[in-house]
């Protein structure tokens, strides 16, 4: 064990954290169920978006046939923004998946805590009245434009719904936000400050001003005539991202906690792990600095070494730049213990601040069923990627004992959440040393 | 029931989420659970759609058939401006 890792260790006494349900509202489907399948499947969601017309890019990946007023429905969804509609209807479903009820006695609402992490915000509202103000003049803006787009006010919104009383807050660091909070979360739970923490992130920045932002910096991929094959992570012609939106939401609970209520235990959070690059604004530190050193105390903290580790949720956004410094850091780290590689923005397109919370929770289903998805549209490595193992075409059975999700923003920051297999259930036969190549006692072959 | 009120209680149904049975002649937008600023919103709504100035402050507590008389008065008032 490194220096490094003993450091981690001592800073942070592990307190494995239980995943007991999981919310996720994306392009590839409203619910978690829909989200995996099409992830699986490795079938991509970017199309052409009417509502960009006349902007530089005109694909995105939108959440299919969502409506605020059947989702949402009850909590006056025509106050919330869009980003907020996401967050309650992928909360809600991560609520009732670990068995939790809200309105029930039994829920103790001082000791719930809820993290919720967004780049953006409300900023589609923000846009909106913007030019309300410039087109309309001033009595035609909202007054419910801040409590619509304040970046907090998911969080805030949420609290409101589910009767969350403990400490409420929102991460912001840009595309790692919704992995912020998790970490964030287990760190509540770690530090007995809740009982039962509500996290994730959510993100709806398919707007005018964003994805023009976005086309000027040069970040998007410009295959305007073929939608699906512009999300390419890892393959040698990526071009940009596509930009999406989206929530994913998961309940942690300290897992001594979760085995005593028999909450149905999807996978642990054993560590996670923050650093950041103090580098430049936006541009990865060439040599992957923080977000090596992020690798390194997620796995100090799940008391695990590079070897250990068997597969990885990569942040893989597909843009030339991000792929290529995230593939040497995952090299230089694993090198021949060289971990399956997988990127889920291939069908999902970036999600930004959702990016890590739904990936993480498509890492917890990962481990759960021994199962990695595929990369859509990852077909030739180039020089730099070609050293991970991707995995490509269809999704890989494989034995899973420690899967990494990892996410970066712009900012420089980086954090990585490490997951392993839920303990056996009470009274289940032991599970013995199985061969490397049986599948993991989690296995569930209908899916 | 008129065009005024008729498109008053529609906004309420349709962008409010208001529950139909709870929009009655002599409920007023309080009544409805309109609070502060649902109630500027609506008055915004209405500068949107008929370009007319309703005072958010006196309308949150009369009742709807006076609300409509009010809105129905501020649309005369508009020289050249068709009622909805």
């Given amino acids: 064990m490194t220096a490094a890792t003993s450091a981690a260790l001592s ?22 169920d829909d989200t995996w399948k099409g992830v699986c499947a490795g079938r991509p969601t970017a199309a052409a978006d009417p509502g960009l017309a006349g902007l530089p890019v005109t694909i995105s990946c939108r959440v299919p046939g969502f409506d605020a007023r059947t989702q949402v429905g009850g909590a006056q969804p025509w106050r919330y923004d869009r980003f907020t509609h996401f967050a309650l209807t992928a909360a809600r479903e991560a609520v009732r998946d670990a068995g939790l009820d809200p309105a029930s006695r039994d829920w103790p609402a001082a000791r719930v805590a809820l993290v919720l992490g967004s780049a953006a915000g409300g900023v589609g509202t923000y846009e909106q009245q913007h030019r309300k103000l410039l087109t309309t ?36 660091t840009a595309c790692a936000s919704g992995a912020t909070a998790l970490a964030t979360a287990a760190m509540l739970l770690a530090s007995d400050a809740c009982d039962i923490a509500v996290a994730g992130g959510s993100d709806a920045m398919i707007t005018p001003l964003c994805v023009t932002a ?53 996978a642990l959070l054993t560590g ?13 530190s060439p040599d992957g600095r923080g977000l090596r050193a992020a690798l390194r105390q997620a796995l100090g903290r799940a008391a695990a070494t590079p070897a250990d580790v068997a597969h990885v949720n990569a942040h893989g956004t597909g843009t030339p730049l991000n792929d290529r410094t995230e593939a040497s850091a995952l090299h230089g780290l694993f090198g021949a213990a060289d971990p399956s590689v997988t990127s889920a923005k291939g069908v999902l397109g970036h999600t930004m601040g959702a990016a890590g919370a739904i990936e993480a929770a498509l890492t917890v289903l990962t481990v759960q069923h021994q199962l990695a998805p595929p990369t859509a549209n990852f077909h030739t490595p180039e020089a730099h990627t070609a050293v991970l193992d991707v995995v490509a075409r269809t999704a890989r059975r494989q034995r899973i004992d420690l899967a990494l999700s990892v996410s970066c923003g712009f900012g420089g920051h980086n954090t990585v959440l490490a997951f392993t297999p839920a303990p056996r259930p009470l009274g289940a036969p032991p599970a013995g040393t199985p061969s490397p190549t049986r599948p993991g006692p989690h296995l569930d072959p209908a899916s | 029931m008129d065009d005024v009120l008729q498109h008053l209680v529609t906004l309420l149904t349709d962008k409010f989420d208001v529950p139909a049975d709870a929009i009655l002649p002599d409920s007023t937008l309080t009544d409805m659970d309109l609070d502060s600023l649902a109630v500027v919103e609506f008055a915004v709504t209405l500068q949107e759609l008929w370009h007319i100035d309703l005072d958010d402050d006196a309308a949150a507590d009369i009742t709807l058939d006076d609300l409509a008389k009010t809105v129905r008065g501020l649309l005369s008032e508009q020289s050249g401006t068709a009622a909805p």
């Fill in chain 1, 137 to 172: 003049g001033h009595r035609s803006v909202s007054p419910l434009t801040l409590p619509a787009f304040l970046p907090n006010m998911a969080a805030g919104q949420l609290a409101i719904d589910l009767g969350v009383r403990g400490p409420v807050l929102h991460t912001a």
């Fill in chain 1, 11 to 32: 800073m942070s006494p592990p307190t494995p954290v239980a995943v007991t349900g999981i919310g996720l509202v994306t392009p590839a489907g409203i619910g978690a």
């Fill in chain 1, 214 to 266: 976005f086309a000027r910096a040069g970040a998007l991929s410009h295959r305007l005539d073929d939608p699906p094959a512009a999300s390419r992570p890892f393959d040698a012609t990526r071009d940009g991202f596509v930009l999406a939106e989206g929530a994913g939401v998961l309940i942690l609970e300290r897992a001594a906690d979760a085995a005593a209520r028999r909450a149905p235990t999807r």
């Fill in chain 1, 272 to 284: 996670h792990g923050s650093a950041t690059d103090a580098h430049h604004p936006v541009a990865p």
